[in-house]
C-alpha cells in the first residue's frame, strides 16, 4: 500500500477505531461486534489500529502471508504481534499428512512415551523471539533445527502466549482451542470471518479406518491392549455410527492409554458429524459459530465485507454496516437462463456462451466466473474457438484489454492476486453455489438451506464482484435465481437492471 493510500485508509478507519474502541470498553453486553464494509475499505488496517489503542488482542486471519500483513502493519505502528503457527510446522517426528485431531493425539502419546522433550530454555525463547516477526524466517529457522529432541513448538507457543499481541489463522484456533485457553485479551479480531464458510470442507476431520490403523500402530509397543482393541472395533464395526459406538466403549474402558480415544469420541459428540456408513468413515465438522464462542475476550470483532448470517441473528450483537463513500458496483441480473443442475443440457455451455457474447467488452478485461471447472473450461474453450484472447486465472495481475480470463467461483482470479488495472468487467455465468455434500447438508440441517448453500453460493458471487472495487467497473450476474436473492446481497451492490 502506498503512503498516500495508507494515509487515506487511516483516516477513513479513525473514527470506527474510536467507536469500537468505545463499545469495547462501556459495554458489557455486546459481546459480538460485527463490522460489514466493502472491500478495499480498511478493515485489516482497522484492526491493527485498534490493538494499539486497546493495548492487546487476538487477532486471526486466513494465511500465513496475511498473518505477516498484520505483523507488518503493526510494525509500522511500533507493536509487535507474535504469530502462533500450528505443531505441525514445528514437528520433526509425527508425518505432517495425517489429519490434525490424530496428530495432536500422537503428539500427546509421543510426549508420554518419552520420544518427545518439551524442555524449553531461556536461550531458545530468545532465539525465537528475534525470529517471530518474519514468519518465514520463523519457519526456516525450524528447519535448520531437524533433528533435535527440544520441542521447538512449545518453545514457540510459551513465546506468544506471554504477549500483548498475537496473530494466528483460523485453521490454528480451530484445532487448539485449548492450547489457547491461557489468553485472555480485550478483543479478538477475526477478519474476513466468512472465511469461515469457505473452509468448511478443508478444516473437516476424518475418523476413518484408514487414519485409526495409522494412530493404532503408532501406540501398539506402548499401549498393547489398546492396540488390539482399535483393530477389534475397526473390524467388527459396520458403519460409521457402529465404529463411533465400538469407540466410546474403548474410551470409557480402563485400558491404559483410552484416553487418546475418549478425546477423539468427545470431539464427535460436540461438534457436528457426517457419517459415511459405506467407508465407516465420521466427518468431524467445524461448528461455523465456534468463532463466536470462545472465551479468549470479552469482545470479538467480526469483520468482512460479507458477513455471514449466522453472525448477524445472534444474540448480543452490535452490527456496524458501513454506508457512507460506498463504491457502489453498476450490476444487471440476466434472467434468461440458469446452471441449475436438474436444468442442465447437452448444449449448456453454447447457450451460455451465447448470453456471455451479448456483456462482453472488449474495451476492457473482463473477468468471467462460472459455478464449476468443468464449465470454465468448457466456456473458455468455445471463446478461443470463437476468436477471443483468453488468459489463464493467475494472469489476472497482468492482463489489457480485450483479454477474457475464466474462472471457477472461488478461484485465484476472485481472491488474494490484485486484479490488473484493465479488469473492469465482471460476469458471474450462473449462480455458484456449492455442490451438495454430507458435510454442507449437515450444516443446513442445523441452519437452514439459505444461511448455508444461498450464503456460500452469494460469497463467491460478491468475491469476484469485489475485483471492481479497486479500479470501478460493471458487473452481470447470468442466472434467473440471482434475482431471488437481491435482498441478501450488500449495499455495495447496485442492482440497476433485472431483465
Known sequence: MSLRNLSETTERISRYVLEIKDIVENRNDAELIVFEAYPGFGKTLLGVHLSKHLGNSLYVTRTLKEMQTIINYGLDLGIKFRPIIGRMKFCHKIES???????????HAYKRLGLCNEVVNRDLIIDLAKRSTDVYNLLEYVKSRNGSNICLYKA????ALKSRYVVTTYEFLLHHLD????????ISIYDECHTVMDMIES???EISPQTLTFLANTIKNRFPRLYYAIKSAIKRSSSARDLLDYLRNIGESDIEGSEIIKSIVDRCERDICAYDDELKTIKIIPD??????????????????????????SKDVVFMRIEDGLPRVDTIIDTSITTKFKERTPDLIDRLVDVLQNYIDLSVAVLVVTPSKAIADGVARTLLRKGYRIAPPQAIDRVGPGTIVVDVAGGISTEGITPSRYVKQVIVLGMPFPTPTPILNALSKK????KIYVYIALLRTLQAIGRLTRWGGKAVLVDRRFKDWIHRMPSWIEITAVH
Open 203 to 205: 478444516l473437516t476431520e
Open 288 to 313: 461455523p459459530f465456534f468463532i463466536a464462542r470462545n472465551s479468549f475476550s470479552d469482545h470479538k470483532l467480526l469483520m468482512s465485507a460479507y458477513v455471514p448470517p449466522l453472525f448477524t441473528e
Open 179 to 186: 492450547e489457547l485457553s491461557s489468553l485472555r485479551k480485550s
Open 447 to 450: 441452519y437452514g438451506f439459505e
Open 97 to 107: 499428512d495425517i489429519p490434525v485431531e490424530l496428530f495432536s493425539r500422537l503428539c
Open 156 to 159: 514457540h507457543l510459551v513465546l
